[in-house]
């Protein structure tokens, strides 16, 4: 018998809070049961930062870039691009006006800024010590101006759940997330669980996992993490 007919499929939310929230409250309208345990603890740095020039162009590649930034600066009237819409979103609600979603990943940050932001442009990226330095180094070879500075760190979460096997699914949003649950669950076979990457580099940094069933998001963002999901479960349920 298919127990996904009979009982909500248990997922695991691996993703850092607050946001974490509101992603499983999302999952629940689908009809599955989540169960947040985040894969990485999400700390601001505490030192001082001076704030980028005026006129520099902000880089932010997720939520926390800018939640760190908007509480050490006041200032609001930099030009913002963003990784994704969920990221420009945050920006419009932290008191950002100037804002513009790459709606993709890192190679989208850098097309978007070839296309849009003159060379001469000094561009900062608000990031933390654990991101790859991969954006600024090709914005460089592109002839810009462009640097980093760390606001926050992730740190790998202690508190994670001992057992895989209870979740039919665990979603992993981050390269550095897919390494701390990889390493947490090992390559041991894990029957019955399926494994939800919000992108095909996340998927990658899982590495040899135990899994016996890896989804990838066609799009990295949460709409896309749903529409997987949802075909996913429809599948598992016989509907299709």
């Not at 979103?89 to 993709?104: M, W």
């Not at 810009?144 to 979460?157: G, V």
Request: hydrophobic share 40%.
């Amino acid at each position: 018998m298919n127990k996904f007919q009979n009982m909500p499929p248990t997922i695991w939310v691996s993703q850092s809070l607050p946001r974490a929230e509101t992603t499983a409250s999302q999952f629940r309208l689908i009809g599955v049961e989540p169960v947040i345990a985040p894969a990485l603890k999400i700390e601001t740095l505490p030192d001082e930062r001076e704030l980028p020039p005026s006129g520099t162009v902000l880089i932010f590649t997720s939520r926390h870039g800018v939640s760190a930034f908007s509480g050490k600066h006041d200032a609001r009237e930099f030009e913002v691009v963003c990784v994704g819409d969920a990221t420009a979103s945050l920006a419009r609600e932290k008191g950002f006006y100037k804002v513009s979603s790459a709606q993709g990943d890192a190679k989208d940050v850098i097309a978007w800024i070839k296309k849009t932001v003159p060379d001469s442009t000094y561009i900062m990226h608000c990031t933390g010590p654990h991101a790859g330095r991969s954006i600024i180094e090709s914005l460089r070879q592109l002839g810009y101006k462009a640097d980093w500075k760390d606001y926050y760190i992730s740190k790998p979460h202690s508190n994670l759940p001992l057992k895989a096997g209870g979740f039919d699914y665990i979603t992993v949003y981050s390269p550095m997330a897919a390494r701390v649950i990889s390493a947490h669950l090992g390559s041991s076979p894990i029957a019955g669980t399926t494994i939800l990457s919000i992108s095909e580099t996340t998927d990658t940094a899982l590495g040899r996992i135990g899994t016996e069933r890896r989804l990838v998001a066609k799009a990295p963002n949460q709409d896309a993490m749903e529409e997987a999901l949802r075909l996913d479960l429809q599948i598992r349920k016989g509907l299709s």
